[in-house]
């Protein structure tokens, strides 16, 4: 009998069971072990390897930031100039400028895996750190594997946040040119390396634009329409950056750009004609009651002008001749426009015409302008919707002649 069981005289299977039990009892956590930072045996990479190691991935995420930010703000007029006068990287960032969604996707790119390789990073480690607290605590080990990964996405996201984005953007928004060109250099070696994805990943993301039926752009455009020019000569001229006459100036010339003939014209309720079967003593009165130097000749009772008449050209006349009536010489054939032409084109017409005075009547057809008298507009009309109200010696303190 002595010989069936144990050396103790204990069944063979009781014995096992005892072997056994202890770690049953004590309740053993197993947590995963980490190799690298040596859980087991102490670390074998130091703590400030790890350091190092997070703040290069910190600065690789601030560096494809300020890339990033730089591109959008830069001003590719600026660079051209900082490339005329030899700037260091002035040249291949205003390359980068005119290939910008390449240079997006990859500052993309960038962005995702040194985000990504952080928040790794920092889980492996102060996670690791967070659940050795726990092992050594009555807290059960599934609470601290959640806690430790709390911990270490709190720690990430305040540095990622920080110094990896609000710093650097900040940075390349208050000197875009001046990042854009430091930067450019690295960037392009970046670009090299990361090619081959990058090119995929932008196909990719064209693909899904025309899925959205968006037509996607390889550059911005720094086109403005004029009330955007108009806005942000506002701005610099509360800046500082522009004086008040300068800013008087840029803004009239963008209103005029942008005004049309009907804006300033003189309507016809006050318009001084004097009619084709005048005579030149009588056209002579009517100048001087009026104060103008130019009156339209119109048809006698009719809106159809002739043209219009010059008082130096009267001075010209044989005094004897005021009897008479006015000679057709005299009167000269004036530039017809719409009230809806835009100012700019109606002065080019009038320099080509050496004509000081425009006739605005309503359009009958396309061929051309023939329809009822609206006003008249000037040369000086057309000039003050650029620096605003001009009087001189003649016009009179009541209001303009």
Not at 13 to 25: D, E, L, N, T, V
Not at 125 to 131: D, K, P, Y
Not at 232 to 246: H, V, Y
Request: proline share 5%.
């Amino acid at each position: 009998m002595g010989g069936v069981g144990g050396g103790d005289g204990r069944p063979p299977g009781r014995h096992r069971a005892a072997r056994c039990a202890p770690a049953r009892i004590r309740g053993v956590r197993r947590r995963p072990t980490r190799p690298w930072l040596g859980a087991d045996r102490g670390p074998s990479v130091s703590w400030w390897t790890v350091l190092l190691v997070a703040v290069a991935l910190l600065g690789g995420n601030a560096f494809f930031v300020a890339v990033e930010f730089a591109l959008f703000a830069a001003r590719q007029t600026r660079v051209e100039r900082m490339v005329e006068e030899g700037r260091f990287g002035a040249s291949t960032a205003l390359r980068q400028m005119r290939s910008l969604n390449l240079q997006l996707v990859t500052c993309q790119l960038g962005i995702t895996v040194m985000s990504l390789l952080l928040g790794w990073l920092v889980e492996q480690s102060i996670g690791h750190v967070v659940e050795g607290w726990v092992d050594a605590s009555p807290i059960p080990s599934a609470i601290g594997a959640v806690l430790g990964v709390a911990i270490a996405l709190i720690i990430v996201a305040f540095f990622h946040m920080v110094l990896g984005e609000m710093v650097p953007k900040t940075v390349a928004l208050t000197a875009p040119e001046r990042v854009a060109t430091v930067l450019a250099p690295l960037q392009r070696g970046v670009v090299v390396l990361v090619r081959p994805v990058v090119v995929v990943l932008d196909r990719l993301s064209r693909w899904g634009t025309r899925l959205l039926r968006v037509e996607s752009t390889a550059e911005l455009t720094e086109a403005h329409s004029p009330i955007e020019l108009a806005a942000i000569l506002s701005e610099s001229a509360q800046g500082g950056e522009l004086q008040a006459t300068e800013h008087v100036l840029l803004a009239g010339a963008i209103g005029y750009l942008g005004g049309r003939v009907a804006d300033h014209l003189t309507p016809r309720s006050e318009l001084v004609t004097v009619p084709t079967t005048a005579t030149v003593g009588e056209a002579e009165e009517l100048i001087h009651r009026s104060g103008h130097s130019r009156v339209l000749v119109t048809t006698e009772g009719t809106d159809e002008v002739a043209g219009f008449l010059h008082a130096k050209d009267l001075l010209r006349l044989d005094p004897t001749r005021r009897d008479g009536l006015l000679p057709n010489r005299v009167v000269i054939a004036p530039v017809r426009v719409a009230p809806d032409e835009p100012l700019a084109d109606v002065l080019v017409r009038m320099r080509d015409r050496r004509r000081h005075v425009a006739v605005v009547a309503e359009r009958t057809d396309r061929a051309g302008v023939a329809g009822p008298l609206v006003g008249l507009i000037t040369l000086e009309d057309v000039l003050e919707a650029i620096v605003g109200d001009i009087r001189d010696e003649s016009d009179r303190r009541t209001g303009r002649a």
